[in-house]
Nanobody, 114 residues
Framework: QVQLVESGGGLVQPGGSLRLSCAAS????????VAWYRQPPGKQRELVAV??????TDYADSVKGRFIISRDNVKTVYLQMNNLKPEDTAVYYC?????????WGQGTQVTVSS
């Protein structure tokens, strides 16, 4: 069993930045794929960014050039969010998949508003 804990959310003005963290209970991020999802109010959960066990990254079109996913190669994955927009407001979730496993964190709220 693996526990994932997100942190770093909060209230930020448009154009601002936040860095989210996803910490795992074990040193496993170098062998699993990790993704950030978000669920805006009243909408379905959507994929934001993913980093593979090999370090390959991919992004949703809506965040390309603004968000960066990275990891410390062992236990924490980050989502650096720049030039935030009101439409980025959502609960952000970390997800870990691989070897038949599928784990989610509890989510962290990001609100972009003036």
């Amino acid at each position: 069993q693996v526990q994932l804990v997100e942190s770093g959310g909060g209230l930020v003005q448009p154009g601002g930045s936040l860095r989210l963290s996803c910490a795992a209970s074990r040193n496993i991020f170098n062998i699993y794929n990790v993704a950030w999802y978000r669920q805006p109010p009243g909408k379905q959960r959507e994929l934001v960014a993913v980093i593979s066990s090999g370090g390959t990254t991919d992004y949703a079109d809506s965040v390309k050039g603004r968000f960066i996913i990275s990891r410390d190669n062992v236990k924490t994955v980050y989502l650096q969010m720049n030039n935030l927009k009101p439409e980025d407001t959502a609960v952000y979730y970390c997800r870990l998949t691989g070897f038949g496993h599928d784990y989610w964190g509890q989510g962290t709220q990001v609100t972009v508003s003036s």
